[in-house]
């Protein structure tokens, strides 16, 4: 079993200012863990993967997230906001087995960018 | 550039009606995937396919079902819509195997139905 929990749905920060959305993970496996973004009107993209290599994992767009196991986080972090990340971002964990996947998204964080 | 297209991105339906979702991916990829998108509830896996003819449920099948007879083609359909089947439904797909594998998404279809 497996499940993800990302503690807010909502984060409002400061353009220059550094993003921080949390996501929280539970798995029977060691797992996969992703960060997708979605703007406006669009499908997901893929932000960032963890796959049991590295624990710090950098993504796209300056974004960067780390594998913690002691406290089953994959916290997604950016040290400066642009206008351009005002998206909604998932976090996703998949268990890491052959065969055809079943990943499972958290419900999303909404973040919001002030000029 | 690797692509997954839906072709229709805004319908709107009448309840009762029966609505076709169309889905194509570029990439020979082997799985595919019907989610359905809601504000709060994030993205739920309706039916998904590894293989041509091949289905499997996801988390809420009912009202729901899908063909897949070519691998690059995979479709939804609503046998007779209603209203709480208004919503985003998000095509995906992914190579097979590792369970690390990225999912490709399109860019969704939004549907209405009255």
């Known amino acids: 079993a497996q499940s993800v929990t990302q503690l807010d749905s909502h984060v409002s920060v400061s353009e220059g200012t550094p993003v921080l959305l949390r996501c929280n993970y539970s798995s029977s496996y060691s797992p996969s863990l992703f960060w997708y973004v979605q703007h406006p009107n669009k499908g997901l993209q893929l932000l960032l993967k963890?796959?049991?290599?590295?624990?710090l994992v950098k993504g796209i767009n300056g974004f960067e997230a780390e594998f913690k196991k002691s406290e089953t986080s994959f916290h997604l972090t950016k040290p400066s906001a642009h206008m351009s990340d005002a998206a909604e971002y998932f976090c996703?964990?998949?268990?890491?087995?052959?065969?055809?996947?079943?990943?499972?998204f958290g419900i999303g964080t909404k973040l919001q960018v002030i000029p | 550039d690797v692509k997954v297209t839906q072709s229709s991105r805004y319908l709107v339906k009448r309840t009762g009606e029966k609505v076709f979702l169309e889905c194509v991916q570029d990439m020979d990829h082997e799985n595919m995937f019907w989610y359905r998108q809601d504000p709060g509830l994030g993205l739920r896996l309706i039916y998904f396919s590894y293989d041509v003819k091949m289905k499997e449920k996801g988390d809420i099948p009912e009202g729901y079902s899908v063909s897949r007879e070519k691998k690059e083609r995979f479709s939804l359909i609503l046998e007779s819509a209603s209203t709480n089947q208004t919503s985003m439904y998000l095509c995906?797909?992914?190579?097979?195997?590792?369970?690390?594998?990225?999912?490709?998404f399109g860019e969704g279809s939004r549907l209405t139905v009255l």
């Open positions: 995906a797909s992914s190579r097979m195997g590792g369970g690390t594998g990225e999912l490709f």
């Open positions: 963890y796959t049991s290599a590295a624990t």
């Open positions: 996703v964990v998949s268990p890491n087995s052959g065969g055809y996947q079943k990943v499972t």
